[in-house]
């Protein structure tokens, strides 16, 4: 860690990279770099200073950390807050004093007229080369003050050039797609409003230089990029000034946002995690990955189990002797965990009853659980159930005893989707109850794995009976997420949880805490998966990516039309994750039992590099027909090679593939193919992909010498 100061300048570096800021004489505080770590403390410029421009305020060109519209200031805002009589509106921040803590340093900026505090925070991570910002508001007179905006951080970019913001977006079952859009002049969002962080977009930035040239690619190029730590709606804005500055504003979403700040009262926001590379998006992605794996995970270096998970088999049709002979064709093939999905609790048969009353259907379990879950146990498995504890049907005794613990607006009818309503986790009451019945749940069977999924967005966004603004849900539900969550990891601390909403709909910093691994989209069509697999690697390593191979389904919940492809491909694409199996092994034949006996053996030998190693990825299929990518192990001794042609195009060529991240001196041999060649070769001459429509390969590559 290093945290460098001088009179009223602060220079953090982590990394290869560095990020300063100064007091300016007027008492601003004003971004001065982001980027590559300069050789001497003098060389980082002590404060920015307003360029003069007739005509224009002076504050519109100054780059202040918390921006607050100031003296004319027509800039977006990090922060915004008007006092409850009405008379102040908005924030004058002024430097007030620097605070060095552990890995970093905390500055307090004061509004003496709004009688407010601000203290904006960063931290080094300094094990993986990236920083934390987060800030924080405490009022300090005797009047309310509404806050109406809160973003965690205004990021800089340097001045004067063009850039570009890379981010992920999509949809239900088309999550994760690569978006690279110009910033020219003016403002545009990425954001939620769906309570969630949304399958819409990511609170993930990345931006490169959009000069012909100084493209970042994967391996090349400076790349300024952050996510954001918080698991529901977000906002972030890409914004270009008339004077050629570029901004991103990152933080909680200001749209039915507003924060009642009482007298002594502290808002804190979540925190940006945030940095910079010149070495392309893969150090950008490594650098996430490491990051999750070593600091946020809530298992260190997770190897995740290979999964049977029977949605896919049997929906709702869940039926206790199934379930058995799908378990001990699981277990014969190699599955190490057995996963019961939707459809087993009280009053569910179809997606219209049952939530909110979380005990095994009698209809289905007489015996309640144990039975079938001594079965899996006594087939070697661990065992996992699937619970939706955010969500209630109507139909179901949980919500005809408290109708009134749904988000709601009074007098307006409650829109169902997926005839669900949403529990309002922002109560403590709702909480408190959810603890105590997923607590007895998970003492009463002996659970090993729990999927917890949330499969609607918020509608009629009211919680009528709050004391203070109603608006505040956004932000206490999702704390109320994270405190039964937590909770629930607490007393159950062996439970694996992997995290699911509808697919990737709930998939950010704050959710890897909670979840040893995601399930990341409902779609298991592989072209379309890898791209979605791609877009994840972003951000989020491998081994927390569950990916299952499944078969043709043609149904009211599922439609996949993997029947087209082999089941080679669809474990290939699966085991470059989480593996699991989702399709229906009674209908597999021996042969493609044996197949698949003989993947999960070879996943389990490539585990480790694929859930802990560094990912290289060579070919994007957002990009090509192709879909290549590399996982390495830290000391470079293997590495899993993993090239899929996934898609039908015209071009010709056959592409020659580089194979980066080897150890240049060292020789390897690609035991599939026997080809032996240094590791300077591989990743500067490279390999030829030779490969049909829909082929793939996993190539097992070790060193020799
Ligand atoms: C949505 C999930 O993404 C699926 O995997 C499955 O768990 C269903 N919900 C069950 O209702």
């Known amino acids: 860690m290093s945290i460098t100061s001088g009179d009223n300048y602060w220079v953090l570096e982590s990394g290869g990279a560095a990020y300063a800021l100064g007091v300016e004489p007027l008492g601003v505080l004003t971004h001065t770099h982001w980027g ?29 950390e918390a921006t607050t519209g100031e003296a004319g200031d027509s800039n977006e805002r990090t922060i915004d807050g008007i006092s409850a009589d009405g008379s102040l509106r908005g924030f004058v921040l002024r430097f007030d004093k620097a605070e060095p803590v552990t890995n970093g340093i905390d500055i307090d900026l004061i509004d003496t007229a709004q009688s407010v505090r601000v203290t904006l925070k960063y931290r080094t991570l300094d094990r993986f080369g990236l920083f934390s910002r987060s800030l924080s508001i405490r009022n300090e007179g005797e009047r309310p003050i ?4 809160v973003f965690s951080g205004t990021f800089h970019l340097p001045q004067l050039g063009d850039f570009a913001l890379n981010s992920l977006n999509g949809r239900w079952a088309d999550e994760f797609g690569k978006v690279r859009q110009p910033m020219a002049f003016g403002t545009f969002a990425r954001e939620s409003r769906r309570l969630t962080t ?30 954001l730590d918080w698991s529901g709606n977000w906002k972030m804005l890409a914004e270009r000034t008339r004077d050629d500055r570029s901004m991103i504003h990152l933080g909680l979403n200001d749209h039915d946002f507003a924060w009642d700040l009482q007298p002594g009262g502290i808002f804190d926001t979540p925190r940006a995690i945030f940095g910079y590379t010149a070495a392309g998006f893969g150090a950008m992605s490594r650098a996430f990955h490491d990051y999750v794996r070593e600091e946020v995970a809530p298992r260190r270096h997770y190897q995740p189990p290979v999964v049977y998970n029977s949605w896919c088999a049997t929906t709702f049709k869940v039926e206790e002797d199934k379930q058995i002979a799908l378990a001990s064709q699981a277990a014969a093939i190699g599955c190490e965990l057995f996963v019961l999905d939707d459809g087993w609790f009280s009053g569910r048969s179809g997606d219209d009853a049952g939530l909110g009353d979380w005990w095994p259907d009698p209809a289905k379990f007489p015996n309640g659980l144990s039975p079938l879950i001594d079965a899996v146990h006594n087939l070697g498995m661990k065992f996992g159930l699937w619970i939706e504890p955010e969500m209630v049907n109507p139909n179901s ?10 988000i709601h607006f009074p007098r307006r009818e409650r829109t169902l989707s997926r005839n669900e309503l949403i529990l309002n986790l922002g109560r403590l009451d709702v909480q408190d109850h959810l603890i105590d019945v997923l607590d007895t749940l998970l003492t009463n069977a002996a659970v090993d794995f729990v999927k917890w999924d949330m499969n609607r967005n918020v509608s009629e966004p009211g919680w009528p009976d709050h004391v203070g603004d ?7 539900y999702v704390e109320g997420v994270h405190r039964v969550w937590s909770e629930l990891r607490r007393r159950h601390p062996d439970i694996i949880f992997e995290g699911c909403s509808g697919g990737g709909g709930r998939v ?17 069509t592989p072209p379309a998966r890898l791209e979605i697999q791609e877009g994840y690697s972003q951000l989020f390593p491998a081994g927390t990516m569950a990916a299952w191979v499944t078969d043709r389904i043609k149904g009211d919940f599922l439609d996949h039309d993997n029947g087209d492809y082999s089941l080679d491909y669809r474990f290939h694409a699966a085991m470059a994750g989480a593996l699991g199996i989702g399709g229906n092994l009674l209908e597999w034949s021996e042969e493609q039992r044996d197949t698949a006996a003989r993947h999960i053996a070879s996943y389990k030998i490539l585990r480790p590099l694929i859930a802990n190693g560094d990912l290289f990825r060579i070919l994007s299929p957002h990009e090509t027909p192709y879909s290549a990518f590399m996982y390495v192990a830290k000391d470079k001794s293997e590495a899993a090679l993993f090239a899929f042609r996934t898609h039908v195009s015209r071009m010709g060529a056959k592409p020659r593939i580089r194979l980066p991240g080897l150890e240049a001196d060292a020789v390897y041999r690609i035991e599939d193919t026997g080809v032996e060649l240094s590791g300077r070769a591989l990743g500067v001459v490279g390999i030829d992909l030779i490969m049909n429509n829909f082929e793939s390969i996993l190539w097992r590559v070790t060193r020799t010498g």
């Open 470 to 476: 109603q608006r505040e849900l956004w932000v206490r």
């Open 397 to 406: 005794e949980l919500y005809r005893a408290h109708p009134d613990w749904i």
């Open 36 to 64: 590559p770590k300069l050789p001497r403390l003098a060389d980082y410029p002590k404060a920015a200073r307003p360029a003069f421009q007739i005509l224009e305020h002076e504050m519109q060109n100054l780059p202040q």
């Open 508 to 524: 950010d910093l704050a959710m890897m805490v909670l979840t040893e691994q995601t399930w990341i989209s409902d779609n298991t």
């Open 146 to 149: 509404t806050l109406d905006r």
């Open 198 to 227: 949304s399958h819409r977009s990511m609170p993930f930035f990345a931006v490169d230089r959009e000069v012909p040239g100084l493209r970042a690619s994967e391996e090349n190029g400076e790349v300024w990029f952050g996510a």
